[in-house]
């Protein structure tokens, strides 16, 4: 009896063992997040770390741009922007729309926010041509979808009608308070700073894939293909090892964005509008009645990280 049980739980750990996981890195506000210091050579690190620890640990990342970030002050395309972009596709990685200037569906008018996506696409469109990009995706600054039904079925017609898919995202993050916590500490020299951040900042990716793998497991009852968010900051592009490897030790593999969307979790309908910009799992959750359990112990960042935010 007991050597069938042993027998039995070889078996299942070794079914749990074998069936990869499988998750897209997504990477928001490209070309880099560098909070207007306009040094090129720090854009330039920011770009080239991401691409090397993607590219060494074999990673189909895709990028969404921000467009106005390529001009200058008297509206021309910086070659140098270009120039990083060029870099990000040659290495493989996929490349997107996320609007020109970001801005926020929850407040910006239909007409004003779908000008910025037209606006957004003008560079890329060249750029992923030259790379024999067909598919356009598009991911929603701040994650804002629309407050109402009306307000997000016209965006999604919008973007259908444009041949855009939209790339939801399910392992939310807030990296970017992470991000700007490392920056500041960095500016600093504060060397004590920038260790503590990164430390808790490497903990809680692992607590976030454990938690929104939790939340699948409730909804799906499966760990579904999932795609986190990340941002091009100087944190992730130092970090990026790191973060590969944790995904990796939770069991993880790295698959394109149209290879991960195929999960059927996706095509589960969103029926709950709000002004939140959450994880596509809490959409869905609330839209299928589930709530309490399901939306609880999101982690958040520590407190000091937070208030260095609002420094
Ligand atoms: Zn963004």
Request: hydrophobic residues 40%; proline residues 5%.
């Amino acid at each position: 009896m007991r050597a069938k049980v042993l027998l039995l739980l070889f078996f299942v750990s070794f079914i749990a063992f074998a069936q990869k996981k499988h998750v897209c890195i997504s990477v928001d506000d490209l070309p880099v997040v560098d909070y207007g210091s306009y040094d090129t050579v720090v854009q330039q690190r920011i770009m080239d770390n991401l691409i090397a620890s993607l590219k060494k640990n074999k990673v189909p990342a895709i990028g969404f741009v921000n467009e106005t970030k390529i001009y200058n002050y008297v509206n021309k395309p910086m070659p140098f922007q270009i120039h990083l972009l060029e870099k990000w596709l040659d290495n493989g990685m996929m490349l997107g729309n996320h609007t020109f200037s970001h801005p926020d569906y929850n407040t910006e008018s239909f007409k004003a926010y779908t000008h910025d996506i037209l606006k957004g696409e003008i560079i890329s469109k060249a750029l992923l041509r030259k790379h024999g990009q067909k598919k356009k995706y598009f991911r929603h600054p701040y994650l804002h979808v629309g407050t109402t039904k009306a307000r997000a079925d016209s965006l999604a017609h919008f973007l259908t009608e444009h041949g855009y898919i939209t790339a939801p995202i399910t392992i939310n993050s807030e990296d970017y308070a992470f991000a700007y916590a490392y920056y500041k500490a960095k500016q600093r020299k504060d060397a004590a700073l920038m260790k503590r951040v990164v430390a808790d900042y490497l903990a809680y990716i692992d607590q976030d894939i454990k938690h929104f793998e939790k939340e699948s497991i409730g909804l799906f009852g499966r760990p579904m293909s999932q795609v986190v968010l990340l941002h091009a900051s100087m944190l992730n592009s130092e970090y990026m090892n790191d973060i590969i490897a944790i995904f990796r030790r939770n069991g993880y593999d790295f698959q394109p964005i149209d290879k991960v969307l195929k999960d059927p979790a996706y095509k589960t309908p969103v029926t709950v509008y709000g002004t939140f910009g959450s994880s596509w799992l809490d959409r869905w959750a609330l839209s299928l009645n589930k709530r309490g359990n399901f939306l609880m112990g999101t982690p958040e960042p520590p407190a000091y990280v937070k208030q260095l935010l609002n420094e």
